[in-house]
């Protein structure tokens, strides 16, 4: 049986390994490593560990790992790292949190798989936390084994992983979104928020989130979107507010996660500075890192390709679905948006956002992440077609709407 006692150890001597690289100099020489293998596109490490704007592998660990400072929001406002304490691992696996397999010694995901870790200890919880294992939260844990401090990351939401240990731990799969995680339940876990409060956020559900809702009180939350296949799309929200990732980036940084930085968004009447600003020295080489992942590939046999071949001619055609997915990149989002009355779902998040309008969601990697629409409010592909065939009067025979599910499958 692995013990508390030896997952404690193993947790130690990775929060002193990190310890020396973060704080004692070793970042640079890594760096400059990374540089000489070819790792870092343009390396111009200093004192403090910080590179380039376009450093795809600091963009990498800042996706990852980087809190931006908020800390000070998750831990000395919602008291998280109280609450962590005393959830055990199978509580944070069925609120969606994932650990990353990659950061374990080979013996403790031995004994994972051999179910000589107790995963309903909520110490098993903290091992993990300072093993660094938890995807999406950073966390520092005292030598009392107490957790001091809270934050989470990107990855919290747009990174998931393969399940190859068990499900909801393995190999991290960046820029996926998290559609197991239920954020709502995690925040309402705080004791510094109402009743009131928590009924808002309990009510969001798996794999949902509203990023408006703490500037206009409105709660209607939306999917947690990909962070994959946005090379060369400008508008990479589904309203278009900005015109590339760092704009939103940068929101979600400064006015979601709560970091320390800079954003002010006239149409909507936001203006945050706080100093020092420890978001946008990280936003280049975060977007560097985004833009270079890729769509996933649709799994071999998951598709039929003869009905995708014909499912392609009804995209083309009668389906007129490249009237808006149009070119390469399956969307027109970078010469236009379009007004709500023109798309099939509601209309009131955009009325919340800064534009005004919806943007025609790119399709590459389209089959891996259901429920579609904003709003989550169709289940599969099926339902996607059949919404659009009923409210567009578009007239497709059922044969005709099963090829177009099979292309879409297909991208």
């Not at 940068?250 to 978001?279: K, W």
């Not at 009237?323 to 798309?343: I, M, Q």
């Not at 399709?363 to 289940?379: E, I, K, M, R, T």
Request: hydrophobic fraction near 40%; proline fraction near 7%; include cysteine.
């Amino acid at each position: 049986m692995l013990d508390r006692l030896k997952l404690a150890q193993y947790a130690a001597r990775f929060a002193r390994t990190r310890a020396f690289v973060v704080h004692r100099g070793a970042v640079p020489v890594i760096c400059a490593a990374l540089a000489a293998s070819g790792t870092i596109a343009i390396a111009s490490c200093d004192s403090s560990g910080s590179t380039g704007p376009i450093n795809v592998a600091a963009g990498r660990q800042t996706f990852r790992f980087d809190t931006f400072g908020d800390e000070k929001f998750w831990t000395d406002t919602l008291h998280m790292n109280d609450v962590v304490e005393t959830v055990d691992p199978v509580t944070a696996l069925s609120v969606g949190l994932k650990v990353d397999a990659d950061t374990l010694p080979p013996s403790v995901l031995a004994a994972i798989q051999a179910g000589h870790v107790n995963l309903r200890d909520p110490a098993t919880t903290v091992a993990l936390l300072k093993l660094g294992a938890v995807v999406g939260v950073v966390a520092t844990v005292d030598e009392n084994n107490h957790v001091t401090r809270f934050g989470v990351t990107c990855a919290l939401c747009h990174s998931t992983v393969d399940d190859r240990i068990a499900p909801g731990i393995g190999s991290r799969l960046d820029g996926r979104p998290n559609r197991d995680l239920n954020p709502g339940a995690i925040i309402a876990l705080s004791p510094a928020l109402t009743a009131a409060q928590k009924a808002v956020y309990n009510s969001w559900g798996a794999g949902r989130y509203d990023p408006r809702f703490n500037f206009d009180g409105i709660n209607a939350p939306v999917v947690i979107s990909p962070a994959y296949g946005l090379a060369g799309i400008h508008s990479v929200t589904f309203t278009g507010d900005g015109n590339d990732i760092e704009y939103w980036n940068r929101y979600v940084a400064v006015t979601q996660m709560h970091g320390q930085g800079d954003f002010s968004e006239p149409r909507l009447g936001i203006d945050i500075h706080q100093s020092p600003d420890l978001v946008a020295p990280r936003l280049a080489a975060l977007q560097a890192y985004q833009l270079g992942i890729q769509a996933p590939a649709p799994p071999a046999g998951s598709f039929d390709p003869v009905a995708a071949a014909r499912g392609k001619a009804v995209f083309n055609g009668a389906g007129n679905c490249a009237t808006c997915h149009a070119g390469t990149l399956l969307t027109d989002a970078n010469v236009r948006l379009h007004a709500p009355s023109e798309v099939v779902t509601e209309p009131g998040y955009a009325a919340r956002s800064a534009t005004k309008m919806y943007r025609t969601s790119p399709l590459a990697g389209v089959w891996q992440h259901p429920p579609y629409f904003h709003d989550g409010s169709a289940p599969t592909l099926d339902a996607v077609v059949a919404r659009y065939n009923t409210v567009k009067n578009l007239h497709l025979t059922p044969q005709q709407m099963a090829d177009l599910v099979q292309y879409l499958k297909s991208l």
